[in-house]
Nanobody, 126 residues
C-alpha cells in the first residue's frame, strides 16, 4: 500500500515563506514523477508544480513560477515545495501526488496521478 504524506503547512504572513515536504512510503520511486496541487475553498484543484523522475525536469504553474521551487530527494523518499513571497491567493490545501512510471515525462492533469496525500493547509494572511 503506497502512502503519501504532506507536512509543513501552516499560517504565514504575506511575503513570507513555507517549505512543504512529501514523504512517500515506497522505494525506489526514482522512475515516478512527483506533483503538487492545491485547492482553495470553492475552487477546483489546480496544478502547482511537478518534478520528473530523477529530478531532471521541473515545471510550474504561471501563478507560482519564480516564487516556488520543487525538488526531490530520492534517497530519502521525499520531495519538497519551497514557497517564497507568499500572498493570500496562495491560501489552499496543498496536495502531493505520485505519477507512476513516467520516466522523463511529467503531467499537469490530476487524473494522471496515481497516489495522493491527504493534504496540508497553507494560510497566508494579508
Amino acid at each position: 500500500q503506497v502512502q503519501v504524506e504532506e507536512t509543513g503547512g501552516g499560517l504565514v504572513q504575506s511575503g513570507g515563506s513555507l517549505r512543504l515536504s512529501c514523504q512517500v512510503s515506497y522505494s525506489p520511486y526514482s522512475r515516478d514523477s512527483i506533483g503538487w496541487f492545491r485547492q482553495a475553498p470553492g475552487k477546483e484543484r489546480e496544478f502547482v508544480a511537478v518534478v520528473s523522475a530523477n529530478g531532471s525536469k521541473t515545471f510550474y504553474a504561471d501563478s507560482v513560477r519564480g516564487r516556488f521551487t520543487i525538488s526531490r530527494a530520492d534517497a530519502k523518499n521525499t520531495a519538497h515545495l519551497q514557497m517564497d513571497n507568499l500572498n493570500p491567493e496562495d491560501t489552499a490545501v496543498y496536495y502531493c501526488a505520485v505519477s507512476l512510471g513516467t520516466g522523463g515525462y511529467y503531467y499537469f492533469g490530476a487524473c494522471e496521478y496515481d497516489h495522493w496525500g491527504q493534504g496540508t493547509q497553507v494560510t497566508v494572511s494579508s
